[in-house]
Each structure stands twice: as C-alpha cells, then as structure tokens.
C-alpha cells in the first residue's frame, strides 16, 4: 500500500495499549492519511500522538494529532478502544458493567459528531460492547461491528498450521460465538486446501490433531500473554488494521466479526461472531454457513451466555 489512500481518516477512541498500537501500526502501514487519537488523558494522546508523527517520514506520510471527540467528525472510521483493560486473572464479564457506563456516556456524542463513520468496537467485553453502541445511538447494524473473533480465528489458523506444517494463510477455519470461553470452533467447515481438515491430517499422516487441545490454545491464548505482559496489543493492532484495509480499499474480505445476530441459526438480539463480508460500508453481506446440528448448539450456547450477560447489566 502506497501513500495515495486519498484523504481517509480513521479516530481512535482510547489511547492506552492498544489506541496507541493500532495507531503505530496505521502509520507503518500507511492505512490511511489522518489518524485522530482521543483520549480522557489529554496529556497521554497527545504524547503518542507527537511519538508517532515525529517517525512519519521513514514510514508514509501520515497526520497524527490529539483531539477531542468532536473531532471524530468527518472520519471515515472509528476505532472504539474505550475502557477499563483486562487485569491478570479478570474475565471479560467482570469488566461488562464499568465499560458500558464509559460507552452510553461517550458514544451518543460520537456518534452525533460522525453519524456516517464505520465504527469497529475493540473494547472489552467486545460483543457487549458493540450491543450496547447499537442501543445508546442510531447507528445502524451495518456500520457497527466489533473485532469479535477475528483474533481468535486468526491465533487458531496459526495453530492448526503449526501442527500440520503449513503457512496459516493455506488453513481456512473458524471461530464463531462469544469472543471468550464459550468460543465454538464449527470443525464441519474447517479445510485445508479445500479438503476436509481429518481427511487431510489422515492422508497427510498428521496423527497428533488434538481439537480439545486447539480450542483450549485457542481460548487461553490472550490470558496467557496477560499473563505474561500484562496486556495484549500487538495482534489485535494488526487484526484491525486488516479490518480498517478491508473497509478502505472496499475489498469484500470474510472476516469472522461480531454484529448484531437476527434470524441467524436460530439466534435473536445479541452481538457476537460469524462470517461476514468487509468492504466500503461495512458490513456488506453476512455469510451463514451449514452447520452441523451439534455445532448450532454450541452456537446457540455461545449466544445465551452473551445474552444472560446483556440481562444482567443496565444500558
């Protein structure tokens, strides 16, 4: 990608770990050409801000600056970062309730500053959060989605890879659902090359193929790295800038994300993740894939948890 994007300008909500990463990463990638980093820490989004622009030009010539949210207006997407980050040991629900207050005092304002802005919600709990942006604005199904799986199908392609010994980009599966525990991997559509991933690994010999293993891998991975770190960045930076490529060049990419689920396996009125199709207004089209009738109840599961959550908590 050159530096010819046009005038795109992408805000970002939060510039804490991954505000600031997913900012670094447009500006190396030269995604677009004005970045607006936002945060209650005026002094914080301006330093990163000023980090940033100061190495602009070994990279792609790209504005970076602080502002306030009225400042959203005019941009072509909105990165939601906003919140509390997950601790050591804390689950993505623990965080629901403290994050949503944030997001029905912030996001009515953004969304009034730029109602016609693409939003992708990376804060979370993800899919609560994306669920609660589509109930405190008018912003429509279609231009609000959260990162969801993304991540967590692109960590189990890596893993299936690394057990087969091929690139992940020749791996084709999933992760749909909650993005957390009750994550389902639907293993009827999962291939390589175009053949089924156990006709494959049998025919390949690749005998050591444990799916409970994956899904745990799968599940844990950004705990571990908590674990390890403290906090995850570098991969959900570059699971975004894919998303906001994707949105900019209008390139009808699938992508496992989370949006508002209707009339879909059985499933009503709640965010999380399956297949849909990224281009220049969002969500262009949802994929719907035939699943096994054990797999639609694991999704149905996935959905129920989320939707016992949304009960619980004031919007």
């Not at 622009?53 to 207006?73: K, L």
């Not at 879909?264 to 089209?285: K, W």
């Amino acid at each position: 990608m050159g530096d010819n994007k046009g005038e795109k300008k992408i805000t970002i909500l939060g510039a804490g770990n991954v505000g600031a990463t997913v900012a670094y990463t447009f500006a190396v990638a030269g995604t677009c050409s004005d970045i607006v980093l936002i945060d209650i820490n005026k002094e914080k989004a301006k330093g990163e801000a000023m980090d940033i622009r100061q190495g602009v030009s070994f990279s792609h010539n790209i504005e970076v600056v602080d502002g306030t949210y009225d400042d959203a207006a005019d941009s072509d997407i909105i990165i939601v970062t906003l919140g509390l980050a997950r601790k050591p040991g804390q689950t993505r629900i623990d965080l629901a309730q403290a994050n949503v207050n944030i997001i029905k005092e912030v996001m009515p304002r953004v969304a009034k500053a730029a109602p016609d802005a693409i939003y992708v919600v990376v804060s979370n709990p993800v899919d609560i959060i994306t669920y609660t942006i589509l109930k405190c604005t008018d912003l429509s199904p279609q231009q609000v989605f959260g990162s969801g799986t993304a991540l967590d199908t692109s960590r189990l392609r890596s893993s299936i890879a690394d057990h087969v010994g091929l690139s992940p980009s020749s791996i084709h599966a999933y992760v749909f659902g909650e993005h957390g525990d009750t994550s389902m991997i639907p293993w009827s559509i999962t291939n390589i090359a175009g053949i089924d991933m156990e006709e494959y690994c049998e025919a390949q010999e690749h005998h050591d193929i444990n799916k409970e293993e994956i899904i745990d891998e799968v599940r844990k991975a950004g705990g571990e790295v908590i674990k390890r770190k403290g906090a995850t960045f570098y991969a959900i930076a570059l699971t975004v800038n894919k998303i906001c490529d994707n949105i900019l060049r209008d390139a009808n990419n699938i992508m496992t994300v989370s949006t508002l689920i209707n009339d879909r396996y059985g499933i009503n009125d709640v965010c999380l993740s399956l297949p849909a199709v990224i281009g220049g207004h969002g969500i262009e089209r949802e994929i719907t894939p035939t699943l096994t009738d054990e797999e639609v109840a694991k999704l149905q599961e996935s959905a129920n948890a989320l939707r016992s959550v949304i009960d619980q908590l004031e919007f």
